[in-house]
């Protein structure tokens, strides 16, 4: 995880960021991937990074996966799980704060694609995840990509403008 946090960190501060982790007070369990982004010393995003697989050397290879279809449901439903974990406590920090809600998946494993992000999101039973106002999905595999949710206009300006996407 920590090597994702670095990543993500140098991500940012390329777009211009600054990182701060968010320390949520009261919260038993520490969660390192929690952060606030700032510019110019305003908090504009908070966010959380969620990691997905095992990180493991690239060897430039053809990456050949085959996923029975039962298996890929359950994964599914896993991968929904876990995102309403990470975005649950952030839910009420962003609100208070009045900031858009940014989730950054980091992808170690082939047998996920940015696309079933989407089929997670089309889940009708992940509640918390429409508060979600940018998905960026970092792939170790694969080119990586954003997924602007157009819930708050304000939110989706400003993330649209800051992120420099044309």
Same mark, same amino acid.
């Given at each position: ?18 990182? !701060?982790?968010?320390?949520? $007070? ?10 606030? $982004? ?12 969620? &990691? ?8 430039? &290879? ?6 029975? !279809?039962? !298996?890929?449901?359950?994964?599914? *439903? ?7 974990? $990470? ?9 208070? +704060? ?7 998946? *980091? ?10 992000? &989407? ?6 039973? $992940?509640? +918390? ?24 206009? +304000?939110?989706? !300006? ?6 420099? *996407? +044309?």
């Amino acid at each position: 995880m920590l090597r994702d946090v670095r990543r993500i960190r140098t991500f940012l501060a390329y777009k211009g960021f600054q990182w !701060e982790p968010l320390v949520n $007070a009261g919260e038993a369990d520490e969660r390192p991937g929690d952060f606030t $982004a700032s510019r110019m010393n305003d908090a504009c995003l908070v966010g959380t990074i969620l &990691s997905i697989g095992q990180e493991r050397p690239y060897d430039g &290879s053809p990456i050949q996966v085959v996923v029975d !279809e039962g !298996e890929r449901a359950g994964r599914l *439903v896993g991968l929904r799980d876990r995102l309403e974990t $990470a975005v649950h406590p952030l839910c009420k920090a962003g609100a208070e +704060a009045g900031l858009p809600l940014v989730v950054v998946l *980091v992808n170690h494993d082939p047998h996920w694609r940015f696309e079933d992000l &989407s089929v997670v999101l089309e889940d009708k039973s $992940a509640s +918390a995840l429409p508060s979600v106002d940018l998905f960026i999905w970092f792939d170790d595999f694969r080119n990586d990509r954003m997924l602007f949710r157009r819930t708050n206009p +304000a939110a989706y !300006e400003s993330l649209f403008s800051w992120f420099h *996407v +044309a």
